[in-house]
Every structure is written in structure tokens, then in C-alpha cells.
């Protein structure tokens, strides 16, 4: 398994996963449950941001507050479905910058295939969040890293909500630096590659295309 795997057990982000999960949910749920669910796996990424100290006056009196300092944060949803987690994540930090990777999945190879890109032009100073809600083999988010890396990014972690563990594993063996979190690891990959069991196509689902 990945050494820097992440898998978020907090009950309201299981109960939101259940009813993501759900083949009735409409797709307006189903937007909103993305949304709140990648916000918290942002606010479990970002643990380790560093603080400093900050000179605040409150209606009361002067005080130290903290905040964070340094290295800021990128987010780069890979299109369609992690455009889906964009909002939750800005929710939480909303002078996050965003680029975007355009990738679909080939449908008989599996293989990712890249149509887009446009990422902000600082990525080895901010830590970067790629999002994609579904981690199935693990190709499109590999390829996402890679290309993070490929531009600068020192710094890369991949929130997603569902994963199986063969992408567990692909990430561990291409970006064993890369932190994984994940909202629920499922069990594994049917013959088409969905994962099992999964909740179907993520950007169909999404954005009412099925
Ligand atoms: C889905 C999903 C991931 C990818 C995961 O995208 O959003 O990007 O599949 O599969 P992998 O781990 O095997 O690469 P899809 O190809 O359906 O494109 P879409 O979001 O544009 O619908
Ligand atoms: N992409 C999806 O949208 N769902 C899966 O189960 C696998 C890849």
C-alpha cells in the first residue's frame, strides 16, 4: 500500500459517502455531497501548512494570532468530475490558486489521454492539490502528478474520494512522495475498470450526462 495513504474516517464524511453512493441521489445532491466531501479531505491535506506568528487587535485588546506563512496552495481539478470537488476546496481556502488538467480515460485502453492544460506558473512554491473524485487505475492521476512535477510542483497531493486499491498502488509505485487521501478505499476493479463498489461514472453523475 501507499506509504503516505490517507483514508478519512470521520462519521459525516462516511454518511455523505453512502448517499453519494446511491443511485437515486439526483444530481443535484450529487454535486453538493462532491463538494462537502473534498472540503474536508482539503482541510485533512493541508495539516502540515506552516503558521507564523501575526500581530492582531481584537475590539478588546492587541494579541498574537497565527497564520499560515510560506509555501500557499494550488489546486488542480482534472476534468470533468474533479471540477466537481473545486468548490468545497475553495470553501476552505479561498485564495487557493486553480489550474486545470483536462484528461479523460480511453474507454478500451484505460489509458489516460490529455486534452488541456493550463496550471499557474508558481508550482514549487505552493503545495498542490490535484483533484479527481475517482482514483480507479490510477492513470489519470499519475499523469496528473507527473505533469504537476513536470512544471515545477515540489510539493503534490491527490484528493479523491473513492479509490480502489489498484490506484492505491499505481500512485504508490509512480509518486511514492505524493500523499493520498481519500474519503473510502474500496474493494476493486470490475472488467471495465469502474470501481467496486464504487458509485458508476463520477462525471456523468456529476454533470447529468448519463
Ligand atoms: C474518470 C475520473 C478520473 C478517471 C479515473 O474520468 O474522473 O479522471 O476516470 O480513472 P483512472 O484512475 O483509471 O485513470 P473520465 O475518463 O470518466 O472522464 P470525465 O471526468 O471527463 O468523464
Ligand atoms: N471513473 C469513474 O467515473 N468511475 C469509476 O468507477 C472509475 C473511473
Redesign the pocket.
Known amino acids: 500500500m501507499h506509504p503516505r495513504l490517507h483514508v478519512s474516517e470521520h462519521p459525516l464524511v462516511q454518511h455523505k459517502i453512502a448517499l453519494l453512493r446511491d443511485a437515486e441521489t439526483s444530481t443535484r445532491d450529487f454535486r453538493a455531497l462532491s463538494s462537502e466531501i473534498a472540503g474536508v479531505l482539503a482541510y485533512e491535506a493541508t495539516r502540515d501548512l506552516q503558521l507564523e506568528d501575526v500581530e492582531v487587535t481584537t475590539p478588546i485588546k492587541a494579541t498574537v494570532g497565527r497564520k499560515v506563512t510560506g509555501k500557499k496552495v494550488g489546486v488542480v481539478p482534472i476534468l470533468r468530475?474533479g471540477v466537481g470537488m473545486l468548490d468545497g476546496v475553495l470553501a476552505m481556502i479561498p485564495v487557493a490558486r486553480v489550474g486545470f488538467l483536462g484528461v479523460y480515460?480511453d474507454e478500451e485502453t484505460l489509458q489516460p489521454v490529455s486534452y488541456y492544460e493550463k496550471l499557474p506558473k508558481d508550482l514549487g512554491e505552493r503545495t498542490m492539490l490535484i483533484l479527481d473524485?475517482?482514483l480507479?487505475t490510477g492513470g489519470s492521476a499519475s499523469f496528473a502528478a507527473t505533469v504537476c512535477k513536470e512544471r515545477g510542483a515540489r510539493t503534490v497531493k491527490l484528493l479523491s474520494i473513492?479509490a480502489a486499491p489498484e490506484g492505491v498502488e499505481r500512485m504508490a509505485a509512480d509518486h511514492p512522495d505524493v500523499e493520498v487521501h481519500v474519503a473510502s478505499l474500496d474493494e476493486c476493479l470490475n472488467e471495465h475498470?469502474?470501481?467496486v463498489p464504487?458509485?458508476?461514472?463520477?462525471?456523468?453523475r456529476l454533470w447529468g450526462t448519463r
Open positions: 468530475a480515460r473524485p475517482m480507479a473513492i475498470g469502474y470501481i464504487g458509485l458508476g461514472d463520477a462525471g456523468d
